[in-house]
């Protein structure tokens, strides 16, 4: 088991402290070898470690920072203006090489912009983007990108697939994962100008590409890596959350409506609660900000500390693959054929 330490944005996300030492404290207990550093305040740092039985722990140190990026704050003046923030600070030690990556549930666009300015992107990446994990029929998909781009040009997509596709292959351990390209249909008369372009691009490279997907393609797991911009894919995203909440809500109210409903519910809970286990949010929370020199992860802001807790194993899996290093060779290497084809 390699050794590894992440830092953790303390004070981020819409509960802070006791969610995110609370996570500390399991992810501790889960992942032999971790270290972790806790960044934010330092006297509400330590009360939550006494709290929860951490006071004295070698594995676990306070890096005080005496800023906090707000839930709504604009980009710009979080990367100007709170350059002592548990953000910055945090994100700094990833640079740093104090750690070897970062975890935050703060402010998104902060985040990122943070994380670019700082880390800087890997050689031949011209934008980051955010890619996340989606339950669907067998197992799970990788999409991107999720929010960090609204536009894209083709090329940018082309390094979405090419991220993502070593993402799934050092993640899961996908052989030659199938990529697909978000559409309004399948066919390949469909799509914009850009999007057909982008599908040439990736078309010609060596990735295992499917084609052209549709939106009920996400959660059928017919490719291993879905790709798009960060607008269609957040809207993606936020929809499926939406809808997976309607259906909670609906099943509730169906269940609680008479006795012969409630006993119905009564003998459907072992499904119901397998169900509820396998598309539990909590555990696809994290999403990576691939494409930068260094680990970030996203959290969920409004994540619990089981939420957050997979946020930091996702992190220390992108440690022991060497996520950034392998998307480096990857670039590396799709440059190099780029430039045989054209001698």
């Known amino acids: 088991m390699r050794h590894s330490t992440i830092a953790l944005d303390a004070m981020g996300g819409d509960y802070g402290p006791p969610v995110t030492v609370g996570a500390a404290s399991l992810a501790l207990d889960e992942i032999p070898g971790l270290e972790l550093v806790l960044v934010g305040d330092q006297q509400q740092l330590q009360s939550e470690l006494e709290k929860n039985g951490l006071s004295g722990n070698r594995r676990i140190r306070i890096q005080h920072a005496s800023e906090v990026v707000g839930m709504d704050e604009k980009p710009a003046v979080a990367l100007k203006k709170k350059k002592d923030s548990s953000m910055r600070v945090a994100i700094n030690l990833v640079q740093q090489g104090s750690v070897q990556a970062c975890v935050s549930a703060g402010n998104t666009g902060a985040l990122m912009a943070t994380s670019k300015f700082v880390l800087k992107t890997i050689r031949g990446i011209k934008r980051p983007a955010i890619c996340t994990a989606l339950p669907g029929i067998n197992g799970h998909t990788h999409m991107l990108d ?6 894209c040009e083709a090329e940018n997509l082309a390094e979405f ?52 997907v549709e939106g009920d ?116 290497s799709y440059f190099s054929q780029a430039e045989e084809a054209v001698t």
Request: net charge positive.
């Open 161 to 212: 697939a090419l991220m993502g596709s070593v993402l799934a292959q050092s993640v899961e351990g996908t052989k030659n994962p199938t990529v697909g390209l978000l559409n309004i249909g399948s066919e390949a008369v469909k799509g914009s100008d850009l999007i057909k372009r982008a599908s040439q691009i990736i078309s010609e490279s060596r990735l295992n590409y499917h084609g052209f």
């Open 217 to 332: 393609d996400i959660y059928k797991g017919t490719v291993d890596v879905i790709v798009t911009d960060g607008f269609v894919g957040n809207v993606s995203l936020k929809t499926g959350e939406g809808l997976a909440a309607l259906v909670n809500h609906v099943l509730k109210s169906e269940f609680k409506r008479n006795w012969i409903t409630r006993l119905g519910a009564i003998c459907a809970l072992p499904v119901l609660n397998s169900v509820r286990k396998r598309l539990d949010p909590r555990r696809y929370n994290g999403a990576s900000l691939l494409g930068l020199n260094g680990i970030v992860v996203k959290s969920h802001g409004s994540a619990d500390i089981s939420s957050y807790l997979n946020a930091i194993k996702i992190a220390n899996i992108e440690i022991e693959k060497d996520v950034p290093q392998r998307i480096s060779a990857a670039i590396e």
């Open 146 to 151: 999720l929010g960090a781009n609204l536009e």
